[in-house]
């Protein structure tokens, strides 16, 4: 099990922060994911091979990763 960080943008109250630590537990493989609003971070803990589907989550939530 590893743990990375994705920046997100258009993340700016706890019901956004929600939505995102929502929708990457939504991936199988993922264990883990803890928000850090002020850093517009997220960071997942998981299978190696979750990062992308991770990433396509996210932005299906309607938020923009870098």
Known sequence: ?????????GMM????????EKAA????GVADAKVNLDEKTV???GEETTRGAVRQAITDAGYEVE
């Open 1 to 9: 099990m590893i743990s990375y960080t994705i920046k997100v943008n």
């Open 13 to 20: 109250c706890s019901h956004c922060a929600a939505r995102v």
């Open 25 to 28: 537990m939504s991936v199988n």
């Open 43 to 45: 960071t997942v803990s």
